[in-house]
Each structure stands twice: as C-alpha cells, then as structure tokens.
C-alpha cells in the first residue's frame, strides 16, 4: 500500500505558474509507475503527465511544453511544474501511484488538489 498526499494547488492568473507535489508514504524506487490526472467539472479524469514503468516521461499533448514531471527520490515526492498555465487548465488535480500487486498492479490515488487559473 501507499499513501500519496498532494499539495501546491491554488489560484493563479492565465500565464502564471505553480509547482504541485505529491509526497508517496514509501519509496517510490518501489513504484512501478507514477504520476498525475486531472479532472474538470462534468469531464472525465484524464492524465497529465507521469513517469512510466521504464523510468522515461509521458505527457498529455495539451501540456507538452508547458507542464514538467520531476522527481526526489531522497524525498520520495513527484513534483509537477506548471507554466504557462491557461484557464482550462483549471481543475482537480491527482497524483496516483502504480504498485504491483500479484501478477497485476494497483492504483492508489491521492486525495486531489484544486487548480483555478482565471482570465
């Protein structure tokens, strides 16, 4: 199991930034995947970016260039940077971590942090 507890969001003007983190309660050398989802009002959840299970980076293409997945491996924290933010980035944003489990895996979620960018 794994406890993933997020942070950073906020209220921004279009073309601001902020860093969201998401702090896993075990290392995250033992997670097989890593990363974030968000979700607007009345849409389905969707993914953001994350570090796949061979270690390189996945990013939704309405955020390439402007969104940044990191990690602190001594910290056990995933960070993402965003820039450039626009208003329809507005949303809640997830942190979710991929654990094996058996011959599969599961997926643990963090309890989500609200993004408003306005105009």
């Known amino acids: 199991q794994v406890r993933l507890v997020e942070s950073g969001g906020g209220l921004v003007q279009a073309g601001g930034s902020l860093r969201l983190s998401c702090a896993a309660s075990?290392?995250?050398?033992?997670?097989?995947?890593m990363g974030w989802y968000h979700q607007a009002p009345g849409n389905q959840r969707e993914l953001v970016a994350a570090f796949t299970s061979g270690g390189s980076t996945n990013y939704a293409d309405s955020v390439k260039g402007r969104f940044t997945i990191s990690r602190d491996n001594a910290k056990n924290t995933v960070y993402l940077q965003m820039n450039s933010l626009k208003p329809e980035d507005t949303a809640v944003y997830y942190c979710y971590a991929d654990i094996v489990d058996g011959p599969s895996f599961k997926r643990y979620w963090g309890q989500g942090t609200q993004v408003t960018v306005s105009s």
């Open positions: 075990r290392s995250i050398f033992s997670i097989n995947a």
